[in-house]
């Protein structure tokens, strides 16, 4: 038998967010604020310190949308918090029709496919009256629940294996610091910028104006430092205008360094060893005394992304880290065999981390596999 399908505006209540007066956010005092970068991470670094209605606050499990941009949707997974504009919740207005766990599995691909179709000139935006109109199909009850029982299960286990690549990341993390201490809290040693050069604007080797190059934007840098997807264009069509890089270079952006996952990586296996970029990066290369990984790694530390967000400079909204924020970290200048020992460590974490991701890929498969059966019905 076939499931009705229904108006998703006649199951749910949604609550958008309030514009808070920004004046008033700061990173300690009030309550917490979830903003659109928040709803997909769960957590959030911004205080609110002023008046709010109640109606406004957001408690762990409720299930929220960003209204720009991606429009990811995450259940709440922090202690309770305001909720701002362009973020809205949503949720069954009657749970003996439709279950919200139900809910939360269906909803990201009308999500995606209403993303799709969106068309922009800057960001997307999504409006309530798009989630009103989504055509839902709604079995009975126990078939809900056991459909959102299935996918949870699925769900746990892709989170489980991300958990375990997170902890090689913070294995790696807390290896450097063991190895080398805290440059933030260094107040001896070498400046870092003495033992890199920052912003290199001249190829180290000579390249013709018809040769390939690399060719990657910032969006194309991963999470965890990776290149995706690089692009290819003539040494002449890019050579002006754009960050210069080459093999063995470190990539820092400007504008994102203390986000969870802030953009960087070490250029590797560039066509002809030369690459070109988004102006938003840094590009650091390192001297005869300190390894590409080494730098990376250093960058990578969660206390140098703070302390770098701290003295980022310019207004708001357009605050970058300077060149000269370079200045201000000092570092030990270990001996490359010591640099190379923690290079071989990294190497052998890598490897590992590179199973749990394979494992990921298996385990993302199958949930897509069930989702894409769940609501065709057929499990």
């Not at 919200?100 to 309530?128: D, M």
Request: glycine content about 6%.
């Amino acid at each position: 038998m076939s499931w009705e399908t229904v108006k998703l505006g006649e199951l749910v209540k949604i609550l958008s967010g309030y514009a808070f007066d920004a004046s008033l956010f700061n990173d300690k005092f009030g309550l917490p604020l979830i903003r659109i970068r928040d709803v997909k991470r769960g957590f959030t670094n911004t205080y609110f310190n002023g008046l709010f209605h109640e109606k406004f606050i957001i408690k762990n499990g409720d299930i929220l949308i960003g209204m720009d941009g991606e429009f990811n949707l995450s259940p709440w997974r922090s202690e309770p918090a305001l909720l701002n504009q362009r973020v809205c919740k949503i949720e069954s207005n009657n749970e003996l029709k439709l279950l919200n766990s139900y809910l939360l599995h269906f909803l990201p691909i009308q999500l995606k496919k209403i993303e799709e179709k969106t068309s922009y000139v800057t960001v997307k935006h999504l409006s309530v009256k798009d989630i009103n109109n989504i055509q839902i199909p709604l079995p009975d009850i126990t078939i809900q629940k056991n459909i959102a029982t299935i996918l949870d299960k699925a769900d746990d286990l892709r989170k489980k294996d991300l958990k375990l690549l997170q902890h090689y990341d913070a294995l790696a993390q807390s290896l450097f610091i063991e190895m080398f201490g805290d440059p933030v809290k260094n107040e001896k040693g070498i400046v870092f910028s003495q033992v890199i050069k920052i912003n290199p604007s001249k190829s180290e080797k000579t390249v013709e104006n018809n040769e390939l190059v690399s060719f990657i934007p910032m969006a194309n840098v991963g999470e965890k430092g990776e290149f995706n997807n690089s692009l290819y264009k003539t040494f002449g069509e890019v050579k002006t205008g754009f960050t210069y890089f080459a093999d063995g270079d470190v990539l820092f952006a400007k504008i994102t360094p203390c986000m969870e996952n802030g953009k960087g990586a070490i250029a590797k296996n560039l066509i002809n060893g030369i690459g070109f970029g988004s102006t938003e990066f840094h590009v650091f290369r390192p001297n005869e005394s300190v390894t590409s990984e080494y730098i990376y790694h250093l960058l990578a530390l969660p206390s140098i992304r703070k302390y770098a967000e701290l003295n980022m400079t310019g207004s708001a909204g357009q605050k970058r880290v300077s060149t000269s924020f370079f200045n201000k970290i000092k570092i030990d200048l270990p001996a490359i065999s010591v640099q190379n020992q923690f290079a071989s460590l990294i190497q052998n974490i890598e490897l590992q981390k590179e199973k749990v991701k394979a494992q990921i890929q298996a385990s993302e498969n199958l949930f897509q596999s069930l989702l894409q059966k769940a609501f065709n019905q057929e499990l």
